[in-house]
């Protein structure tokens, strides 16, 4: 018997739901609370219901991933990791043989549970990827630029994350591939990493962003769907001046006359956008001026980010939610990090560790403002984040944490924590995560059926549904930003579940409470 594919392994049979040959259309009822806070104090709740139908195209792209800092740790250990599954590598280490595997991404090694077993009320738990359909790594064409010239061979080596016996075989596959130049602006990321500029394109910065955007047409000349992250080293922030970033007609006046505060980051967003290309930002700086903004909606293209949340913001955005939701204060946060690879090198300047250290800060907001319990409005936790450069431990990052929170009575209790980890390894998969579940958003839409004749609509611009890989969420306008990571991955799997005309994932289980 041929063997199901992922995307046609969960049958969902309900009335709400029509599987044609190219698409899903889910019937689905959005429920929401309309709330009036009244000046009496009573707080009035008004549950709605907006009638929606959601459409899935069922037929997935061939996805091109383009990465700027292609030759980096990160990029050279995504690009490593899906050759080794397209090649079927195995290489032996001291504690046996490996296989590739994609541990630590939320698309290809989590689960969900879908329902209980009618025969014996057990939950039933499907991958995340045999929901709907979606791309599979091995199929992603892969391409980038970086200002160093090294190939991908090179660059897995210098990084060295990987096992050499995997790097000698991934050799062959590796060594053709090579980063297209970019663009390097000594004021934007730090002075030390000036040694490996030797691939750079020498021209205007309008030059620069016409050369960016042939780059991306030839990769959409081989693939449906393109997608650019900046996984580039970290750039200071950049001072948000009037007439240059505050619109989408400044800054690309800007451009075309060589302003030099243009970061080169903008301008890899702005030639996405124009290129109607998805632009993904992974680090934390503050690319998305007013004026890139103004553009991804003037032309109608996705941006999201910032700054890939893997190791220890990503526990902080658990823990404080957990603490503040049992009602336990947390009043002080030291978090201290010492690393030794470039990006640790390239954080070793002040001005980019402080665009570091904002979006490191940031992520326990949501949760303090959600409880005037324990928080007076404007009261903040003293939070303190340091980021020492140490090269000898390479990309094995050493995060140590100090939580101390008020509990009854005066006491308080502290937990620390030592979070050790190759950091590369832990940023791939949640790249790939952003590339696959972009792609999946690019194929859903919605149309609201209590407005006569409205059109299927796709995503607003800031794609904030990938908010769950972001330390520092950028959302649309209105909206709000929600750092917890529980809460961030409910909303994936909640949007996925209505594209199949599933309610929310509940938790009631009332089967088992009430006869
Ligand atoms: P890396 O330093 O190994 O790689 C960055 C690459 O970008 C380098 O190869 C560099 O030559 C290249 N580069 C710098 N400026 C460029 C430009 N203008 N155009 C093209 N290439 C350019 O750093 P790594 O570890 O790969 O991290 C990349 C970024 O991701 C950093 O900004 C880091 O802060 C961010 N990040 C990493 C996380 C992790 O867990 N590894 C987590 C969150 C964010």
């Known amino acids: 018997m041929d063997a199901v594919p992922a995307s ?24 929401a609370n309309e709330v009036t806070k009244r000046p009496n104090g009573v707080v009035h709740v008004k549950p709605v219901e907006k009638r929606l139908q959601i459409r899935t195209n069922r037929k997935v792209n061939r996805l091109g991933l383009m990465m700027v800092g292609w030759g980096g740790n990160n990029g050279s250990t995504l690009t490593a990791a899906i050759e080794a599954h397209r090649q079927g590598i195995t290489w032996k280490t001291r504690q046996g043989l490996r296989k590739p595997n994609w541990l630590g991404s939320l698309t290809q090694a989590s689960t969900v549970q879908i329902g209980l077993d009618t025969t014996d ?35 897995v080596r210098r990084a060295a994350v990987l096992d050499v016996g995997l790097q000698d075989q991934l050799e062959p596959y590796l060594k053709f591939c090579k980063p297209k130049p970019s663009v ?13 500029a030797d691939n750079l394109i020498e021209a205007s910065d309008q030059k620069v962003l016409d050369q960016i955007r042939e780059d991306i047409r030839q990769m959409k000349s081989k693939a449906d769907t393109v997608v650019v992250v900046w996984t580039a080293n970290t750039e200071c922030l950049c001072p948000v001046l009037e007439g240059v970033h505050d619109t989408a007609d400044n800054l690309l006046a800007a451009i075309a006359n060589g302003h030099e505060d243009v970061s080169p980051s903008a301008l890899f967003a702005v030639a996405s956008i124009l290129e109607k290309v998805p632009f993904i930002n992974g680090s934390p700086q503050n690319t998305f001026v007013p004026g890139v903004r103004e553009l991804a909606q003037r032309e109608k293209s996705w941006i999201a980010g910032d700054d890939f949340k893997t190791g220890q913001t990503r526990m902080k955005s658990v823990l404080v939610d957990f603490l503040v939701s049992c009602g336990i204060k947390p009043v002080a946060i ?9 990006d640790g090198k390239n954080l070793s300047s002040h001005q980019q560790f402080l665009a570091k250290k904002a979006s490191k800060t940031n992520v326990i907001d949501d ?36 939580y101390t929170s008020e509990i009854m009575f005066g006491g308080t209790n ?18 790939l995560d952003l590339a696959i579940l972009t792609e999946l958003a690019t194929r859903i839409s919605f149309r609201s059926v209590d407005v006569k004749d409205s059109e299927f609509q796709p995503f607003t611009t800031e794609l904030s549904i990938l908010s769950y890989m972001f330390k520092a969420p950028i959302i649309q306008e209105g909206g709000h930003v929600v750092n917890a990571l529980n809460k961030q991955r409910a909303s994936i799997l909640n949007i996925v579940r209505a594209c199949l005309g599933l309610a929310p994932e509940h938790h009631m289980d009332l089967e088992t409470k009430i006869p």
């Open 184 to 196: 390097y602006k000594e004021k934007f990321i730090a002075l030390n990493q000036m040694g490996r």
């Open 367 to 402: 949760a303090v403002l959600s409880n005037d319990i324990l928080y007076e409005p404007g009261e903040k936790v003293d939070h303190t984040v340091i980021i020492e450069y140490l090269p000898y431990l390479g990309d094995s990052k050493r995060a140590m944490d100090e």
């Open 121 to 155: 009320g057990s939950p039933v738990y499907v991958p995340f990827k045999d929901l709907l359909p979606t791309v599979d790594p091995k199929d992603i064409i892969i391409d980038g630029w970086d200002i160093s010239s090294a190939d991908l061979n090179e660059s």
């Open 334 to 342: 030291a978090s201290y990090n010492h690393l030794g690879n470039n």
């Open 414 to 431: 502290t937990i620390v924590m030592h979070n050790v980890c190759e950091d590369s390894l832990l940023a791939a998969p949640v790249i």
């Open 8 to 31: 046609r392994r969960v049958f969902v049979d309900s009335p709400n739901v029509r599987y044609e040959d190219d698409q899903i259309i889910a019937d689905y009822r959005y429920s």
